[in-house]
């Protein structure tokens, strides 16, 4: 089992910046891909960027040059730093854990098999 805590949401105007959170605690593996995922109310769940144990990376188009993932293996922590924030940025995002994952394309990871981890969330609001 992997829990995973997400913090560091809140509100902000765009242009802002937010720097989101995941802590995986449990059974961790040595191989795995995470991800941040973001569903706005009324829309599909999206990928937004993934990172896998190779620590190669996959952004969403929407957020390519905005965002940045990265992670403290210290820590056992997964970031999304966020900048340039837009009002459609507006969403509850997830970090999700994929174990024996790799980073797909489109901010996504690919796995195979069908285990993985979501935590509950964290609510991002920009305002315009």
């Known amino acids: 089992q992997v829990q995973l805590v997400e913090s560091g949401g809140g509100s902000v105007q765009a242009g802002g910046s937010l720097r989101l959170s995941c802590v995986a605690s449990?059974?961790?593996?040595?191989?795995?891909?995470m991800g941040w995922f973001r569903q706005a109310p009324g829309k599909e769940r999206e990928g937004v960027a993934a990172?896998?144990?190779?620590?190669?990376?996959t952004y969403a188009d929407s957020v390519k040059g905005r965002f940045t993932i990265s992670e403290d293996n210290a820590k056992n922590t997964l970031y999304l730093q966020m900048g340039r924030l837009k009002p459609e940025d507006t969403a509850m995002y997830h970090c999700?854990?994929?174990?024996?994952?790799?980073?797909?394309?489109?901010?996504?990871?690919?796995?195979?098999?069908?285990?993985?981890?979501w935590g509950q969330g964290t609510q991002v609001t920009v305002s315009s």
């Open positions: 990172i896998d144990s190779d620590g190669s990376t």
């Open positions: 449990g059974y961790t593996y040595s191989s795995y891909c």
């Open positions: 999700a854990y994929y174990p024996h994952g790799d980073t797909g394309s489109g901010g996504y990871c690919y796995t195979e098999r069908a285990l993985n981890y």
